[in-house]
């Protein structure tokens, strides 16, 4: 197993990848069924997040994609140095060190790029993700009330950042 930028080619099996995550977990934001990306939009999603202003990184496992990291800048001036971050693994891959190499990873990636803050939101009951996070030390900086609504109940969210 290995981990990498993401490429226009991997457009399908990421997309496969993401539809089986919106199964297997209730701490995103798509329901089972609910994407509905086509092959243009995550093409394009690919291919904008491969430079300065964003990246994918995948966990390749042979012939199957595993689990994501995507950081997305900051565009305006004022926010330009900070990158947002949505991480997502298939089941039998977590708990294996990849969301720490992933991290490891985007961390290399936003000093390339001149970026001093990331910043992601986790559901609050989300424990081991929030482990991970201050593993990899972001800090939760906030709390974003009734953010979500998973089984017919509202749920919160925490803000975390890091500074790099």
Do not use: C
């Not at 291919?47 to 994609?65: P, R, S, V, Y």
């Amino acid at each position: 197993m290995i981990i990498r930028k993401a490429n226009i080619e991997d457009w399908e099996k990421y997309l496969q990848m993401l539809k089986q995550l919106d199964t297997e977990t209730k701490n995103m934001m798509f329901e089972p069924g609910e994407r509905r990306t086509n092959v243009e939009q995550i093409k394009g999603r690919i291919a904008t997040m491969n430079g300065e202003n964003g990246i994918i990184f995948l966990i390749e496992d042979e012939n199957k994609i595993g689990g994501f990291l995507a950081a997305q800048r900051g565009i305006p001036n004022r926010i330009r140095h900070s990158a947002y971050i949505v991480i997502g693994m298939l089941k039998e891959y977590r708990g294996k060190k990849f969301g720490t190499k992933l991290f490891e990873e985007v961390e290399k990636w936003a000093l390339e790029n001149h970026i001093t803050r990331l910043e992601l939101t986790v559901v609050k009951n989300n424990k081991a993700a929030i482990k991970l996070y201050e593993k990899s030390g972001f800090k939760i900086e906030g709390l974003k009330e009734k953010s979500m609504i998973i089984d017919g109940n509202y749920v919160d969210e925490y803000y975390m950042g890091k500074i790099i």
